[in-house]
């Protein structure tokens, strides 16, 4: 499972704009620590999600891409989130995660998970958002959008705004 963290990226992306760092002062290790609590939980519901990313893909890239998740996991492909109480599983997974974030957020006073500062702590939770914008079925992803009256949705807009997105 280690193949898919992704390392904290301080050391690559220290600010967006000088005056605006997404590691405010003496952030970096709580921020550091925050991505990998968050991308262990969407672990439960990877499987769900490149069974979507396969459908993006061309065939080649879709067989590579099927081929490499399947060793990861030891599972075949076609075994990753059929339709039913397994792919429900997923979904309930999914929506957990979601929940926990819900859970951090409302413990600030603002949009943010650090209240009024926008830092690499929301970029991470958004990029995730922005992943499911692109790859699941548009009612897959209005139902993730809605999660939370529609909290979501709002900060995936908010962090494209912030972080200048076209």
């Not at 997974?93 to 951090?104: D, M, S």
């Not at 079925?137 to 139902?143: G, L, Q, R, T, V």
């Not at 909290?151 to 962090?159: A, M, R």
Request: glycine share 4%; with cysteine; aromatic share 16%.
């Amino acid at each position: 499972m280690a193949a898919i963290f992704i390392p904290c990226r301080s050391f690559v992306i220290p600010t967006l704009e000088p005056e605006k760092p997404v590691f405010p002062k003496d952030t970096n290790g709580l921020i550091c620590a925050l991505e990998p609590a968050y991308i262990a939980q969407m672990l439960h519901a990877y499987k769900f999600l490149v069974v979507r990313d396969v459908e993006m893909l061309r065939d080649r890239s879709a067989e590579y891409y099927a081929t490499t998740r399947g060793r990861l996991f030891n599972r075949k492909f076609a075994e990753f989130s059929p339709e039913g109480p397994e792919r429900d599983q997923h979904w309930a997974a999914l929506e957990k995660v979601f929940t926990t974030a819900k859970i951090w957020y409302d413990k600030t006073n603002g949009k943010w998970l650090m209240g009024g500062t926008f830092s690499y702590a929301d970029i991470v939770i958004a990029s995730f958002l922005f992943w499911f914008k692109t790859t699941l079925h548009d009612d897959e992803w209005e139902k993730v959008a809605a999660w939370h009256d529609g909290q979501w949705s709002t900060l995936l807009v908010d962090v494209e705004s912030e972080c200048k997105v076209r």
